[in-house]
Nanobody, 115 residues
Framework: VQLVESGGGLVQPGGSLRLSCAAS????????MSWNRQAPGKERELVAA????????NYGDSVKGRFTISRDNAKNTVYLQMNSLKPEDTAVYYC?????????WGQGTQVTVSS
């Protein structure tokens, strides 16, 4: 099983980034996918999630209206479009796959929002 995040980097406040998470080794379409983040000295928190069956989404309060999660089951990939980025969005962003029986995490990608 592998979850490989990409797309992180340094961006100025107000800018945009698109994160990708490529999955392999399991039946991607059957898993709920989520993005989570952890800033230095803080607990890991849910950013956004998308269900397996109907693509239902939910977001953390701090990113609602700015971030969009999507998935492409044909490509086994989940995305996070991040707009209007703020310095407080700086964190390591982790991709997670969840089912009733299993949970998998990626290695994380750093997002830094700074001028």
């Amino acid at each position: 099983v592998q979850l490989v995040e990409s797309g992180g980097g340094l961006v100025q406040p107000g800018g945009s980034l698109r994160l990708s998470c490529a999955a392999s080794g399991f039946t991607f379409s059957r898993f709920r996918m989520s993005w989570n983040r952890q800033a230095p000295g803080k607990e890991r928190e849910l950013v956004a999630a998308i269900s397996s069956a109907y693509g239902t989404t939910n977001y953390g309060d701090s990113v609602k209206g700015r971030f969009t999660i999507s998935r492409d089951n044909a490509k086994n990939t989940v995305y996070l479009q991040m707009n209007s980025l703020k310095p407080e969005d700086t964190a390591v962003y982790y991709c997670k796959a969840s089912s009733y029986w299993n949970e998998y995490w990626g290695q994380g990608t750093q997002v830094t929002v700074s001028s």
